[in-house]
């Protein structure tokens, strides 16, 4: 059961680690070593001590997983793209978006902030992307002349 903050109906809903771990597919174990790591902190923590996630942090755990499934990023690498805090620009400007209290004014600058803070990670998927593709391509190539050895150690048996 999710948990909920004791302030306005509008606070948002948090959920228990076991929650989180169940939502996003990865263990409660993995959420504690990338807390460790610095890759993601709990919104808050109960009086008991209990770590609690809010919406942002079950997107970001989402993120972090898709970069290592997905990318093949190691930990490193994921710690590299969320320290340039473009992530982190993301996340702020949708939460602020959100707010009805937003003048037109402040909604365009984060807007102009977002696309900024999106183009930047683009660029570093594209870069990653294309380093994969030169990786696939090099192995691809192996693979040819590979089956070209095998294939001539076949014809000089017979």
Request: proline letters at 1%; hydrophobic letters at 40%; aromatic letters at 4%.
């Amino acid at each position: 059961m999710a948990v909920k903050r004791a302030a306005a109906e509008a606070a948002p809903v948090l959920w228990r680690i076991g929650e989180v771990a169940k939502q996003t597919g990865v263990t409660t174990r993995t959420l504690r070593y990338w807390e460790e790591l610095g890759l993601l902190q709990p919104a808050t923590r109960t009086e008991g001590g209990e770590r609690v996630y809010g919406a942002g942090d079950v997107r970001r755990v989402t993120r972090i997983r898709d970069w290592q499934e997905l990318l093949g990023f190691s930990l490193d690498e994921v710690k590299t793209v969320l320290s340039t805090g473009d992530v982190d620009v993301l996340d702020r400007v949708h939460f602020e978006l959100r707010d009805g209290e937003v003048s037109l004014a402040r909604r365009r600058a984060l807007i102009d902030e977002a696309i900024a803070a999106n183009d930047q990670l683009v660029g570093r998927l594209e870069d990653t992307l294309s380093r994969i593709g030169a990786l696939r391509d090099e192995r691809a190539a192996i693979a040819v002349r590979l089956r070209e050895k095998r294939a001539e150690l076949e014809a000089a048996r017979d």
